[in-house]
């Protein structure tokens, strides 16, 4: 399961997403989750996250959370279609 992660950005902003940052708030506010691989851009990246025994409810709380990684907040989605084609 692909779930993508964005923050807003502003115009000049120097900001640089901290994909471990991004790891370890999931690993420690959803730990049913079994994260198995992230990675970032300025401002957005992706996490993939197991299959085995994972259950909608987990994601569905994932995708339904504003997170807090330092100053900035995180929004998740499932990635479908072709921006998970994009991603493999």
Sequence with gaps: MIIHFKTEGKAGD???????????????????????????????????????????????????AKVKVGDREFTFSKTTGEELKAFW
């Design 14 to 64: 120097t900001y640089k997403v901290n994909w471990k940052d991004v790891e370890n708030i999931i690993k420690k506010d959803f730990p049913k989750l079994k994260l198995v691989y992230s990675r970032a851009d300025q401002f957005e990246g992706d996490l993939a996250f197991s299959s085995y025994k994972l259950k909608t409810q987990d994601i569905d709380a994932l995708t339904s």
